[in-house]
């Protein structure tokens, strides 16, 4: 057994995957598809649909929250990232991992003080919340400083017209070997672009429909 398969935390992640799939947004159906993708794109507007979204979960999948789990296991990941805690279902897979691999720091921002206020409370029932510290604002203010020197994973799914910019901020403490998983790229060429050519320093894979898996080059 390990720290995800068992207790407390598998019973905690159904548990949080089930309410998960229960809650909608009454406000989206006042949003086209077309405005909603544009302000998924958007560097500008985008607060404003994650202001929509606030009460949504917004989780990783099952399947990328055990890909988390599995990637930072195998790498013995020790450092690691998040951009975008939401509720915190991917921080506990990615903790549980750290957990696995003897400890470690996981830093994670998050824009919205009421799903932080939970994701920490999911932390403390799965047993985590040692390893975790939720940095609450701007990713581009929490995340531009007090770093670890190297990083050895990074999960963007936080508003993804920044991931670019997340990247930026994170790219020199990347170790050569260290992964980056993006979720939700359908909304990001510009980031594919970058992450999927060897001259910008990576290679990269989909995984699934909108799951990018990219290594740093040494």
């Not at 159906?29 to 606030?54: A, C, F, H, I, Q």
């Not at 450092?79 to 506990?92: D, N, P």
């Not at 932080?116 to 581009?140: C, K, M, N, P």
């Not at 910019?165 to 998983?181: T, Y």
Request: net charge negative; hydrophobic share 40%.
């Amino acid at each position: 057994m390990n720290t995800l398969t068992s207790a407390p935390m598998a019973a905690l992640i159904e548990r949080l995957y089930t309410q998960a799939d229960t809650v909608t947004s009454p406000v989206l159906n006042n949003v086209t598809p077309e405005e909603r993708d544009r302000l998924m794109r958007s560097k500008t507007d985008y607060l404003e649909l994650y202001g929509m979204l606030k009460d949504l979960w917004l989780p990783v999948s099952r399947d990328t929250g055990t890909l988390l789990y599995m990637l930072a296991r195998s790498t013995k990941a020790r450092a690691i990232v998040e951009f975008g805690t939401s509720f915190g279902l991917s921080t506990l897979h990615l903790a549980a991992a750290l957990r696995d691999n003897g400890g470690g720091a996981l830093i994670s921002s998050e824009f919205e003080p009421s799903k932080i206020a939970l994701a920490r409370q999911h932390l403390e029932q799965g047993g985590v919340s040692d390893l975790v510290e939720i940095r609450q604002g701007d990713a581009l203010v929490t995340l531009a400083t007090g770093l670890p020197d190297s990083v050895d994973l990074l999960l963007l799914d936080g508003a993804k017209a920044l991931y670019g910019d997340v990247l930026n901020l994170v790219e020199s403490r990347l170790k050569p070997g260290a992964l980056i998983i993006a979720d939700n790229t359908n909304y990001c060429p510009d980031y594919l672009a970058r992450v999927r050519s060897p001259a910008n320093g990576y290679l990269s894979v989909p995984i699934g429909d909108d799951v990018e898996l990219s290594v740093r080059l040494g």
